[in-house]
């Protein structure tokens, strides 16, 4: 069956740097957009970010754009989010995402 894998969460102070990466199996990965979501406590679940099949097309939610950059690689199956100038607003549980199929997700605390 499909597994979604998310790594790369962590503690940083604002202004930090995280990359998480979401690798994938058991999953058609090179045919599908992938996004990437979050989940702040409190909070509905939010897309963030979004990538075509084949990397062509990207886009963000306004919050974070100019700071994450998704990116894939479809020889690896992996998708990417690079997160720069991070803020305490970022703070949150994120989740790669394609069709129904979703990883457990990658705590991310942004916090001085």
């Known amino acids: 069956q499909a597994q979604f894998v998310e790594s790369g969460g962590g503690a940083v102070q604002p202004g930090g740097s995280l990359r998480l990466s979401c690798t994938v199996s058991?999953?058609?990965?090179?045919?599908?957009?992938m996004n990437w979501y979050r989940q702040a406590p409190g909070k509905e679940r939010e897309r963030v970010a979004w990538?075509?099949?084949?990397?062509?097309?990207?886009d963000y939610t306004d919050s974070v754009k100019g700071r994450f950059f998704i990116s894939r690689n479809n020889a690896r199956k992996t998708v990417y989010l690079q997160m720069n100038d991070l803020k305490p607003d970022d703070t949150a549980v994120y989740y790669c995402?394609?069709?129904?199929?979703w990883g457990r997700g990658t705590q991310v605390t942004v916090s001085s």
């Open positions: 990538i075509t099949h084949s990397g062509s097309i990207e």
């Open positions: 058991g999953f058609d990965f090179n045919s599908f957009t």
């Open positions: 995402n394609s069709l129904t199929y």
